[in-house]
């Protein structure tokens, strides 16, 4: 694309000073509100246990200061290029928050859709005020069911090893439907 308009503006735009090639490079973007992020990660606990990596599959994509990734990585992100690589620790209360005993309740289970089948460990999706929540059947006794609603990585220190792959502008579409198309993203 830029080599195209390049020998077009050497052939009808002579005299008229072309911009470098080479400034794409001098200047890259930076990460700010509204750019389309790509990049690679490895998510660790504090035992260095993988919580989570992009490896092997298809790097994350987000539209940066919309809120589409946990607060304290998308604070780090800011300013980041293509080709940089950085860690950064995250504290639950910027990521999934902390462990909320109000968060825990007891149903019965003839009230849970599917409730012969239940067993512990067990995810279940209900509709609640707050749109769609995954809760967690921590525990079976008799009838009653303790259902945790907690997000699994809450009280978590979250250790982000991160590589930035690409850093664009987004589109009017993308921000309109509030999501990345094209790789990482939607397709669609
Ligand atoms: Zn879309």
């Known amino acids: 694309m830029i080599s195209q308009s390049r020998s077009v503006g050497l052939a009808f735009l002579r005299g008229i000073p072309r911009i470098p090639n080479h400034r794409l490079q001098l200047f890259p973007m ?3 509100t509204g750019s389309v992020v790509l ?9 260095k246990e993988i919580i989570d990596t992009s490896k092997g599959g298809e790097p994350l994509a987000y539209i940066h200061g919309e809120g589409q990734i946990v607060k304290g990585l998308e604070k780090a992100m800011e300013g980041k290029q293509a080709g940089d690589s950085f860690k950064v620790s995250v504290a639950p209360e910027e990521a999934y928050g902390l462990h909320d005993p109000e968060n825990i309740s007891v149903v019965p289970a003839d009230q849970i859709e599917g409730g012969e089948e239940l067993e512990e460990g067990m995810q279940l999706h209900t509709e609640g005020e707050f ?3 995954t809760v967690i059947i921590t525990k079976i ?8 609603g907690n997000h699994p990585l809450a009280d978590m220190t979250l250790h982000f090893d991160v590589t930035i792959r690409e850093v664009r502008d987004a ?13 990482g993203g939607h397709h669609h």
């Open 171 to 183: 589109t009017k579409e993308e921000l309109d439907h509030g999501h990345v198309h094209g790789e």
């Open 131 to 133: 749109g769609e929540q």
């Open 30 to 32: 930076k990460i700010t």
């Open 141 to 148: 006794e008799g009838n009653d069911v303790t259902i945790d």
């Open 39 to 47: 990049f690679d990660y490895t998510l660790t606990d504090d035992d």
